[in-house]
């Protein structure tokens, strides 16, 4: 709504579905009704000035109008965020299911991302490349080398591009046939294997460097420019009331990571919007 070409006012339409909620029980849809929405901007905010709600139906008239809400149920997945991009921007975001089974997840849930952190790590690390502050194709033994290969002349060709493309030559994790050390599966640059010990090994190399941990540069490049205020490599208490509980393949649940310290390859705890 606008007047003189000043925004001063929308219009919302769409259904909502109401449920009703007890402790200790699924929540049992009550009923499904259309609503509208006036709101106006006042003193530069944004508040619902008028709300109806309309052509209210029993729960026996109710159904479930979004498919993929019957397909979790019918699959029995327990939660699942949602964001949708379209131009480069994130136009909508749903979140269906429970933080814990019981429950409602709501939009800004927190999820751990698991190795989805890498990527962030990545987006950190170019910052700095774009920056001028990190060379993409120095070797990282000037920052730091793992005592594990520190004999391993292999190690002098370690560089951040290599690491970033899955090409160092590590295991995803250390430990199988050489007990709990690092070591290399061949020669750095030659082959492409996932690993999560590289971006660990970037990471330190990094935070050496910088004299600063990953989580707050983290920060300082991409959290705080993009306003990313739901998101951190580390554990905070805040997380706990919108936690959403991860499942193994039993339908056992997951311990919820309470790190302490920057995992460049895992554990990350963000939102939908954030991550979008």
Same mark, same amino acid.
């Given at each position: 709504?606008?007047?003189?070409?000043?925004?001063?006012? $929308?219009?919302?339409?769409?259904?909502?579905?109401?449920?009703?909620?007890?402790? /200790?029980?699924?929540?049992?849809?009550?009923?499904?009704? !259309?609503?509208?929405?006036?709101?106006?901007?006042?003193?530069?905010?944004?508040? =619902?000035?008028?709300?109806?709600?309309?052509?209210?139906?029993?729960?026996?008239?109710?159904?479930?109008?979004?498919?993929?809400?019957?397909?979790?149920?019918?699959?029995?997945?327990?939660?699942?965020?949602?964001?949708?991009?379209?131009?480069?921007?994130?136009?909508?975001? !749903?979140?269906?299911?429970?933080?814990?089974?019981?429950?409602?997840?709501?939009?800004?849930?927190?999820?751990?991302?698991?190795?989805?952190?890498?990527?962030?790590?990545?987006?950190?690390?170019?910052?700095?490349?774009?920056?001028?502050?990190?060379?993409?194709?120095?070797?990282?033994?000037?920052?730091?080398?793992?005592?594990?290969?520190?004999?391993?002349?292999?190690?002098?060709?370690?560089?951040?591009?290599?690491?970033?493309?899955?090409?160092?030559?590590?295991?995803?994790?250390?430990?199988?046939? /050489?007990?709990? !050390?690092?070591?290399?599966?061949?020669?750095?640059?030659? !082959?492409?294997?996932?690993?999560?010990?590289?971006?660990?090994?970037?990471?330190?190399?990094?935070?050496?460097?910088?004299?600063?941990?990953?989580?707050?540069?983290?920060?300082?490049?991409?959290?705080?420019?993009?306003?990313?205020?739901?998101?951190?490599?580390?554990?905070?208490?805040?997380?706990?009331?919108? =936690?959403?509980?991860?499942?193994?393949? &039993?339908?056992?649940?997951?311990?919820?990571?309470?790190?302490?310290? $920057?995992?460049? $390859?895992?554990?990350?705890?963000?939102?939908? &919007?954030?991550?979008?």
């Amino acid at each position: 709504l606008y007047n003189e070409g000043n925004l001063y006012g $929308a219009v919302q339409s769409g259904e909502h579905q109401f449920y009703i909620r007890e402790k /200790n029980k699924k929540d049992v849809l009550g009923g499904q009704a !259309k609503f509208t929405t006036v709101w106006t901007k006042k003193d530069g905010n944004w508040v =619902m000035s008028d709300i109806l709600s309309y052509d209210n139906g029993e729960p026996k008239d109710s159904k479930i109008t979004d498919n993929l809400q019957q397909l979790l149920e019918n699959n029995h997945i327990p939660t699942l965020g949602l964001g949708i991009i379209e131009d480069g921007k994130i136009t909508q975001i !749903k979140v269906y299911g429970t933080l814990d089974g019981k429950i409602t997840a709501p939009y800004n849930s927190f999820f751990n991302v698991a190795s989805l952190t890498k990527p962030v790590t990545a987006m950190t690390v170019l910052r700095l490349v774009s920056l001028g502050k990190w060379n993409l194709d120095e070797s990282l033994d000037k920052y730091w080398v793992d005592p594990d290969i520190a004999k391993d002349p292999r190690h002098k060709k370690l560089t951040t591009r290599i690491i970033l493309s899955h090409q160092s030559g590590f295991p995803n994790w250390r430990g199988g046939k /050489n007990g709990n !050390k690092l070591s290399f599966d061949f020669d750095p640059g030659t !082959k492409y294997q996932y690993s999560g010990e590289g971006l660990e090994y970037l990471r330190k190399a990094i935070e050496n460097k910088f004299h600063k941990n990953l989580e707050d540069l983290a920060k300082e490049l991409v959290f705080n420019p993009l306003n990313m205020k739901d998101t951190s490599f580390i554990w905070n208490e805040k997380f706990i009331d919108k =936690m959403v509980i991860g499942y193994d393949k &039993e339908g056992k649940p997951y311990d919820i990571v309470r790190n302490t310290k $920057a995992s460049a $390859a895992d554990d990350l705890i963000t939102s939908v &919007e954030d991550y979008g």
